[in-house]
């Protein structure tokens, strides 16, 4: 029962004088109707989800389940006539009945259950081909699941009149009949209908298609159409077909696809739009900012080529950030100077201010070619493998920055949802041009300004082997900076600080305290005095939360003797050949600014020692905290060959290379190595405050901040 209507057997059978009834797998009744009832004195409902045993008499229920047995195990119908008897306390009498078990299959095939005729008395030759008749029938019936009915001839014309039919068509008997049931069909499926027609009555195999039908008012209705062949000595003798109306649940199917796909396109263009704004977070420049919102816009619309130009600075040229975007020929395709006057999509959202929708070509050069102000040279004869194209203004402040433009390999009406979506589109990238100019321009303005007050080479000192670097973020300009220079007594001045922050305002910060320095220690070299009068610099002129930190030291190239001091800086890193590796366990002030005594300590460099300065970016990120980069830039120290110790280029690198590896450099790093080249011993070993590598500090009794690990 489960593949055809609920209402078919009561419709087509409840009135069919022989007792009729239909079966599942585990032999329950599924359906009865009144005549079979009244032969056991029962009501329909009786046999409702019943097994025989229950509503039948025990001679009768065996039988009945010999016969399903045979039917739904063996697959052969069964035939049985005997004496049926009364049950319960009813009024039905005893009497011969001929039982005619058969299995009913669904539309793959598959056996379902049975059905079963009783008819009153024996069977005879009459009778025998009336039940035949009756029995296909009704297998066809409960196969097809019919709203409308249809007997065709073995070569496929219609033989009976359907009264259903003609009242939906509208057509008359003689039409109808024989092939003219297929002048109802749509025109577009009417010779597909036949072809699949014509090959099933071929095969014998079972037609099942869905078509088109005209109805009595001239409009088209959906239909199911499903028929089966009727055999008989092995022979088809006819076929019985239905059709099921399924306009309603078309439409509906239909509607439901369109909002789904609506509700899909919606959600995805949202998600573009999301994860536009997640990438344009990270897009600092102008170039990467176009590179996002072409790809997002070009991929969630389907565009072909994508390209975004920006006006330069006398407001009437364009300066296209990625000419990959445009067709390789046309007016305003790559290699082409643009102007405001160029015929183009993007000139047209500039001088309006709105987006430019061209749905074909004709509509191009409908807008374009009648423009007065387009030169002969300029019309737009040959558009390319473009078809289609979309301009839309940036604008910041109402102001225009430039021009979106997308184009399409085929004639294409932008939708109203995809029209809300790339300008939506647009005024993201706008906000992130004007951002990122402006980004560019005080990051060009940090960078020349950092450049000009590093060193541009290191001074040649006897005696003293200096390199440096300076390492800066990728995308970030910040405060680092190193100084060498000489002292009016020959001795030289050695500096390495860090302003913190990032862009312009840390360099300039730089800048100051650089040069500040410079006339300090001109005035008094000694490392106390220099950062006391930083200090002071910082109280008078500095923010209170600028933080800078600085080491300073003074050194006499000739000895390797002098003095250092040191105000917040991470320590200096100590070598000698066959040492350990030290920092520097003298005591780090405060940060510049920042009131307390300033202090300076000995500080000697041996014969053959180096000393390595360095800001915190070589040795503090967000995955490394500060102690934990001190121990492993002194195992890394300890684990340096020996010969890189004389070179300090090549410690330099190899310093950098295994403290960043590994790691996202997310701060400036900046280096200082100074190296005295080893002579041949002259005398004893140093005076008192020797570390076990050779060099010579002093910090006096008090606590080192930076911890010796």
Same mark, same amino acid.
């Given at each position: 029962?489960?593949?055809?209507?609920?209402?078919?057997?009561?419709?087509?059978?409840?009135?069919?004088?022989?007792?009729?009834?239909?079966?599942?797998?585990?032999?329950?009744?599924?359906?009865?109707?009144?005549?079979?009832?009244?032969?056991?004195?029962?009501?329909?409902?009786?046999?409702?989800?019943?097994?025989?045993?229950?509503?039948?008499?025990?001679?009768?229920?065996?039988?009945?389940?010999?016969?399903?047995?045979?039917?739904?195990?063996?697959?052969?119908?069964?035939?049985?006539?005997?004496?049926?008897?009364?049950?319960?306390?009813?009024?039905?009498?005893?009497?011969?009945?001929?039982?005619? !078990?058969?299995?009913?299959?669904?539309?793959?095939?598959?056996?379902?259950?049975?059905?079963?005729?009783?008819?009153?008395?024996?069977?005879?030759?009459?009778?025998?081909?009336?039940?035949?008749?009756?029995?296909?029938?009704?297998?066809?019936?409960?196969?097809?699941?019919?709203?409308?009915?249809?007997?065709?001839?073995?070569?496929?014309?219609?033989?009976?009149?359907? =009264?259903?039919?003609? !009242?939906?068509? $509208?057509?008359?008997?003689?039409?109808?009949?024989?092939?003219?049931?297929?002048?109802?069909?749509?025109?577009?499926?009417?010779?597909?209908?036949?072809?699949? !027609?014509?090959?099933?009555?071929?095969?014998?195999?079972?037609?099942?298609?869905?078509?088109?039908?005209?109805?009595?008012? $001239?409009?088209?209705?959906?239909?199911?159409?499903?028929?089966?062949?009727?055999?008989?000595?092995?022979?088809?003798?006819?076929?019985?077909?239905?059709?099921?109306?399924?306009?309603?649940?078309?439409?509906?199917?239909?509607?439901?696809?369109? @909002?789904?796909?609506?509700?899909?396109?919606?959600?995805?263009?949202?998600?573009?739009?999301?994860?536009?704004?997640?990438?344009?977070?990270?897009?600092?420049?102008?170039?990467?900012?176009?590179?996002?919102?072409?790809?997002?816009?070009?991929?969630?619309?389907?565009?072909?080529?994508?390209?975004?130009?920006?006006?330069?600075?006398?407001? @009437?040229?364009?300066?296209?950030?990625?000419?990959?975007?445009?067709?390789?020929?046309?007016?305003?395709?790559?290699?082409?100077?643009?102007?405001?006057?160029?015929?183009?999509?993007?000139?047209? =959202?500039?001088?309006?201010?709105?987006?430019?929708?061209?749905?074909?070509?004709?509509?191009?050069?409908?807008?374009?070619?009648?423009?007065?102000?387009?030169?002969?040279?300029?019309?737009?004869?040959?558009?390319?493998?473009?078809?289609? !194209?979309?301009?839309?203004? @940036?604008?910041?402040?109402?102001?225009?920055?430039?021009?979106?433009?997308?184009?399409?390999?085929?004639?294409?009406?932008?939708?109203?949802?995809?029209?809300?979506?790339?300008?939506?589109?647009?005024?993201?990238?706008?906000?992130?041009?004007?951002?990122?100019?402006?980004?560019?321009?005080? #990051?060009?303005?940090?960078?020349?300004?950092?450049?000009?007050?590093?060193?541009?080479?290191?001074?040649?000192?006897?005696?003293?082997?200096?390199?440096?670097?300076?390492?800066?973020?990728?995308?970030?300009?910040?405060?680092?900076?190193?100084?060498?220079?000489?002292?009016?007594?020959?001795? @030289?001045?050695?500096?390495?600080?860090?302003?913190?922050?990032?862009?312009?305002?840390?360099?300039?910060?730089?800048?100051?305290?650089?040069?500040?320095?410079?006339?300090?220690?001109?005035?008094?070299?000694?490392? =106390?005095?220099?950062?006391?009068?930083?200090?002071?610099?910082?109280?008078?002129?500095?923010?209170?939360?600028?933080?800078?930190?600085?080491?300073?030291?003074?050194?006499?190239?000739?000895?390797?003797?002098?003095?250092?001091?040191?105000?917040?800086?991470?320590?200096?890193?100590?070598?000698?050949?066959?040492?350990?590796?030290?920092?520097?366990?003298?005591?780090?002030?405060?940060?510049?600014?920042?009131?307390?005594?300033?202090?300076?300590?000995?500080?000697?460099?041996?014969?053959?020692?180096?000393?390595?300065?360095?800001?915190?970016?070589?040795?503090?990120?967000?995955?490394?905290?500060?102690?934990?980069?001190?121990?492993?830039?002194?195992?890394?120290?300890?684990?340096?060959?020996?010969?890189?110790?004389?070179?300090?280029?090549?410690?330099?690198?190899?310093?950098?290379?295994?403290?960043?590896?590994?790691?996202?450099?997310?701060?400036?790093?900046?280096?200082?190595?100074? #190296?005295?080249?080893?002579?041949?011993?002259?005398?004893?070993?140093?005076?008192?405050?020797?570390?076990?590598?050779?060099?010579?500090?002093?910090?006096?009794?008090?606590?080192?901040?930076?911890?010796?690990?």
């Amino acid at each position: 029962m489960g593949e055809f209507e609920s209402w078919l057997p009561d419709a087509v059978l409840r009135d069919a004088p022989a007792g009729m009834a239909f079966f599942d797998a585990e032999l329950r009744f599924v359906w009865v109707n009144p005549a079979l009832a009244r032969m056991y004195d029962r009501q329909v409902s009786d046999f409702s989800k019943q097994p025989v045993g229950a509503v039948w008499p025990a001679v009768d229920a065996a039988r009945a389940e010999a016969a399903l047995h045979q039917v739904l195990d063996q697959g052969s119908p069964a035939t049985d006539t005997f004496e049926t008897g009364a049950v319960g306390t009813g009024t039905a009498l005893p009497s011969q009945r001929t039982f005619h !078990w058969f299995g009913v299959t669904g539309t793959d095939g598959t056996l379902r259950g049975a059905g079963l005729i009783v008819i009153a008395g024996a069977a005879g030759p009459a009778t025998e081909e009336a039940l035949r008749r009756s029995e296909e029938r009704y297998r066809a019936l409960v196969q097809g699941g019919a709203q409308i009915v249809w007997v065709a001839s073995p070569d496929g014309e219609m033989l009976e009149d359907s =009264a259903e039919w003609r !009242w939906i068509t $509208g057509q008359t008997v003689e039409e109808f009949l024989s092939n003219g049931w297929l002048d109802s069909i749509h025109p577009e499926d009417r010779e597909r209908v036949e072809r699949d !027609w014509r090959e099933c009555l071929r095969t014998g195999r079972i037609f099942d298609d869905r078509f088109r039908m005209r109805a009595r008012g $001239g409009s088209y209705r959906h239909y199911d159409v499903r028929a089966v062949p009727i055999e008989r000595d092995g022979k088809i003798a006819e076929w019985v077909g239905a059709c099921t109306d399924v306009t309603s649940q078309r439409e509906a199917e239909e509607m439901r696809g369109r @909002l789904t796909d609506q509700l899909s396109a919606a959600a995805l263009r949202t998600a573009r739009l999301q994860q536009a704004t997640a990438m344009l977070a990270e897009a600092l420049e102008v170039e990467q900012v176009v590179e996002v919102i072409t790809e997002v816009g070009r991929t969630a619309i389907g565009a072909l080529r994508s390209a975004v130009a920006l006006l330069e600075e006398d407001k @009437l040229r364009l300066r296209v950030v990625n000419p990959s975007g445009l067709a390789p020929a046309g007016p305003d395709g790559a290699g082409v100077r643009l102007t405001l006057d160029t015929p183009s999509v993007m000139t047209r =959202a500039i001088a309006t201010r709105r987006p430019v929708l061209i749905a074909d070509p004709e509509e191009l050069r409908a807008q374009f070619d009648s423009d007065p102000g387009a030169a002969d040279g300029e019309r737009l004869t040959d558009t390319g493998d473009e078809a289609a !194209w979309v301009g839309l203004p @940036l604008l910041a402040a109402g102001m225009p920055l430039g021009a979106l433009r997308f184009s399409f390999g085929k004639p294409r009406t932008i939708l109203e949802e995809e029209r809300v979506f790339l300008e939506a589109l647009a005024g993201q990238c706008a906000l992130a041009v004007e951002r990122a100019t402006m980004y560019e321009k005080e #990051h060009t303005a940090a960078v020349t300004l950092q450049r000009s007050l590093l060193p541009g080479e290191l001074p040649s000192v006897p005696g003293l082997a200096l390199d440096a670097r300076y390492l800066p973020r990728s995308t970030d300009v910040g405060g680092d900076w190193y100084d060498v220079f000489r002292l009016p007594d020959r001795r @030289l001045a050695v500096t390495v600080g860090d302003v913190m922050g990032k862009g312009l305002l840390a360099a300039a910060g730089m800048g100051r305290v650089r040069n500040a320095l410079r006339a300090l220690a001109l005035t008094d070299p000694r490392p =106390a005095a220099v950062l006391a009068g930083l200090d002071r610099l910082f109280t008078a002129t500095e923010l209170e939360e600028q933080v800078t930190t600085v080491t300073y030291l003074v050194i006499d190239p000739e000895t390797g003797e002098g003095q250092a001091g040191n105000a917040g800086h991470p320590p200096t890193l100590l070598l000698s050949p066959g040492a350990i590796p030290v920092l520097d366990s003298a005591e780090a002030g405060t940060p510049l600014g920042w009131a307390s005594p300033r202090r300076q300590h000995a500080f000697r460099l041996p014969p053959g020692s180096t000393a390595v300065f360095y800001s915190d970016g070589l040795v503090e990120n967000r995955l490394r905290g500060l102690d934990a980069g001190l121990d492993e830039l002194v195992r890394i120290a300890a684990e340096a060959p020996q010969d890189l110790l004389e070179a300090p280029g090549r410690l330099l690198q190899y310093l950098l290379d295994n403290m960043l590896a590994g790691y996202e450099q997310d701060d400036d790093v900046t280096m200082l190595v100074m #190296h005295v080249p080893a002579v041949p011993p002259a005398g004893g070993p140093g005076s008192a405050g020797t570390g076990s590598n050779g060099a010579v500090f002093g910090g006096g009794p008090a606590q080192p901040r930076w911890a010796q690990r």
